[in-house]
Nanobody, 125 residues
Framework: QVQLVESGGGLVQAGGSLRLSCAASGRTFSSYVMGWFRQAPGNEREFVAG????????SYADPVKGRFTIARDNTKNTVYLQMNSLKSEDTAVYYC??????????????????WGQGTQVTVSS
């Protein structure tokens, strides 16, 4: 069992930055591929970024490439999402998720076993 708790969301102006954190419980954090997803009102939840177990590999959705950076600190059981140059279309609830069965980063939410409660990010234009 892994429990995930996101933090760091809030209201920011377009062009600004936010850093989301996701703290995980348990002693096996480093055995999980971690991902960030988001869901805007009226939209389906979508993949944002993922990071491999050791942190050496990352993957990003096209809309956030070059603006968002995912990182993890396995000594702190935490995964981060640094979001720069925010746009109004980035407004959504952001979720972190843990995938305990995949060896590679997957963009399918169905492969993720554990989810946080979500944190709201609102970008004003």
């Amino acid at each position: 069992q892994v429990q995930l708790v996101e933090s760091g969301g809030g209201l920011v102006q377009a062009g600004g930055s936010l850093r989301l954190s996701c703290a995980a419980s348990g002693r096996t954090f480093s055995s999980y591929v971690m991902g960030w997803f988001r869901q805007a009102p009226g939209n389906e939840r979508e993949f944002v970024a993922g990071i491999s177990r050791g942190g050496s590999r990352t993957s990003y959705a096209d809309p956030v490439k070059g603006r968002f950076t995912i990182a993890r600190d396995n000594t702190k059981n935490t995964v981060y999402l640094q979001m720069n140059s925010l746009k109004s279309e980035d407004t959504a609830v952001y979720y972190c998720a843990a995938d305990g069965s995949s060896l590679l980063i997957t963009r399918s939410e169905n492969r993720y076993d554990y989810w946080g409660q979500g944190t709201q990010v609102t970008v004003s234009s």
